[in-house]
């Protein structure tokens, strides 16, 4: 592609991008220090973009990708305000290097913009004590296609009293390790002749994957925020949207003090794996009005903390008005899926939860570890007491562990609320290989690729990698071409079983684990059939994973073999252990 087009093209790229609005991007070309022909971000015209490089050098303009900046701090320093940007080469690494900038204003229809340009893998900024993204007492901000590993904080959004600032969007952005992923925090005090009514609104976070970091989304305590005005909302219209949250050391999402917004199309697995002080859950709703949570799976919420309660997939933590939770898969959470409970230490008259609504849900097999008298899928230990209306639980489906009810009332507590069209339905039996006895394993052993050893232990099979054993990235096959006259294929139903799980722990420096299935015994594994997802490195303890392949055209028929492969681990060695493997529903 050419840097100059002739006028239809032009008009072409005109009519196709409308930024802030439709949010669409075009490209447009460049070339590198080696004369390479680049893909950048295209901006709004008079944007002025400054390129970074670990190969250029400071001394240059960083005006093209042919003159870059080496330094992100040099960057940095050259933005002014609406309409710059800065972009990062794509396959570059910057160690201990952050962004900064503060009182550095863009608007939706020329946001500050922090990016991607070149080919291959996504820029990474790492290994910072604070934030590797800091912005301070700023609006119009579009951060995209970065890589941010094991930082103290990922992006840092921090907003001062009475600032009333407008539009962030983080999209595209993967976060492994670290701290909080997005922090947003400041200080509020509402005075009712000159503030504003909030200090931040219309967030936007998309597409952005999170793997074995401490927490995805945190909305902080605003300091100067008055307890006992709990009409007071500093966080307005919060969007999160398809977002893959895998392995939080903590809650996961906290979106607090937040009016309007929602979190939509999200998957929360393997959350909480730390211990918990007072208690854990995967999303927490604390004085949150008019807020959905909607067509989200979230499973595998730990309950680490010695005699809690907690564990839940959601949990109402006082003064959540009139939200929303539907069409959600909520499953295999240590305590219940959701609790309403209510906050008595918040120096001011106790707030109750009021008119919420739980609609058209699926709970499968919630309160795994149930040893309280809160046996169930959903804990009401709040009264719910509001004359305006009832909170209304209706519409969902339930599939309950041995022992486990759908609902639980707190002794004593006599809430305004309503359940209607409950159903409980049985289970649907999953393909699973847990390891322990009670399966055969893994049904066939195929062809291996830097596997040095496996060995079959009570509960688990662990594999031995070593990169030098072979040529390629390490990987395990759940059956393979050497079985073909025994026809002992997997024999999977795709169309009933789109979900695949994996219980792993991955001792090795491996962050991509690539899923191939193919339909034959006989069929070569191909990149069509297989999918990525990112996995915890070096890690001491067990995580959950899930591939969801329902949007997959080629997971489709019957599946009869699949291969996991380390696809980043060119070099290295490792232990790996597989406790439990399953295809389900």
């Known amino acids: 592609m050419k840097t100059k087009c002739n006028t239809f093209l032009i008009l072409c790229t005109l009519i196709l991008f409308q930024w802030g609005c439709a949010e669409e991007k075009t490209f447009e070309a460049n070339k590198n220090l080696n004369g390479e022909e680049q893909v950048v971000t295209s901006l709004p015209e008079g944007t002025t973009a400054y390129y970074v490089s670990t190969s250029g050098s400071d001394s240059n303009d960083g005006l093209s990708a042919s003159t870059p900046f080496k330094t992100l701090s040099k960057a940095a320093g050259m933005i002014t305000g609406e309409g710059d940007a ?43 004590s604070d934030a590797a993204i800091f912005i301070a007492n700023s609006s119009g901000y579009v951060i995209e296609d970065l890589q941010i590993d094991d930082n103290g904080n990922g992006i840092t959004l921090i907003y001062p009293f009475r600032n009333g600032r407008e539009y962030v969007r983080i999209r595209n952005c993967d976060f492994n390790g670290g ?68 392995s939080t050391v903590k809650t996961a999402m906290l979106p607090r003090w937040t009016k309007g917004g929602y979190i939509d199309n999200c998957t929360l697995l393997d959350i909480y794996t730390g211990e918990a002080e007072n208690g854990s859950c995967a999303i927490l709703l604390r004085r949150t009005r008019d807020f959905e949570v909607k067509n989200t799976e979230v499973g595998y ?27 959600c898969y909520m499953h295999h959470c240590d305590g219940p899926a959701m609790m309403f409970f209510y906050t008595l230490n918040q120096n001011g008259p106790v707030k109750y939860n009021k008119r919420n609504y739980v609609l058209n849900n699926t709970f499968h097999h919630n309160n795994q570890s149930a040893h309280h008298p809160e046996d169930c899928e959903i804990w009401i230990s709040d009264p719910l007491r509001d004359p305006n209306g009832p909170t209304i639980i209706s519409g969902n489906t339930y599939t309950r562990v041995p022992g486990v009810s759908f609902y639980l009332l707190r002794p004593n507590v006599t ?46 099979v662990q594999l031995e990698l070593d990169t030098t054993k072979d040529d390629g990235p390490p990987a395990f096959a759940l059956d393979d071409t050497h ?86 681990m060119s070099k290295g060695s490792g232990t790996v252990d597989i406790d439990n493997i399953k295809i389900a529903p």
């Open 179 to 246: 701290g909080t992923c997005v922090k947003i925090t400041g200080d509020y005090q509402r005075d009712v002749t000159t503030a504003f009514e909030y200090n931040i609104k219309d967030i936007l976070i998309e597409g952005c994957t999170s793997t074995g970091s401490e927490v995805f989304l945190n909305c902080m305590y605003f300091n100067t925020l008055k307890q006992i005005d709990f009409e007071t909302y500093p966080i307005w219209d919060l969007k999160i949207a398809n977002c893959e949250i895998t």
């Open 415 to 460: 809430p305004n609320i309503t359940f209607s069209n409950n159903m409980e339905v049985t289970d649907a039996g999953p393909y699973e290989w847990k390891f322990d006895g009670s399966t055969s394993g893994i049904p066939a052993e195929g062809s291996h690729n830097d596997v040095v050893s496996i060995t079959r232990y009570d509960t688990y």
């Open 301 to 327: 919420v730990h309950r680490n903390a010695p005699n809690g309660p907690d564990g839940e997939a959601i949990d109402f933590e006082g003064h959540v008005v009139e939200c929303t939770v539907s069409n």
């Open 86 to 128: 800065i972009l990062l080469n794509r396959g570059d690494q910057w160690s201990g290097e952050s962004i900064r900038l503060s009182g550095k204003q863009g608007t939706p229809e020329n946001p500050v913009t922090i990016a991607a340009y070149g080919s291959g893998p996504k820029p990474v900024i790492k290994d910072n």
């Open 483 to 568: 079985h073909k006259g025994l026809n002992t294929g997997l024999n999977i139903d795709a169309a009933s079983n789109p979900k695949i799980y994996m219980k792993i722990r991955n001792n090795t420096s491996g962050r991509k684990l690539k899923v191939y299935w193919a339909h034959q015994l006989e069929d070569e594994y191909s990149n069509s059939n297989s999918k990525d997802m990112n996995i915890v490195s070096n890690g001491s303890e067990y995580s959950t994973y899930v591939l969801d392949l329902s949007k997959e055209n080629s997971w489709t028929g019957t599946i009869d073999k699949m291969k996991l492969v380390w696809a980043d």
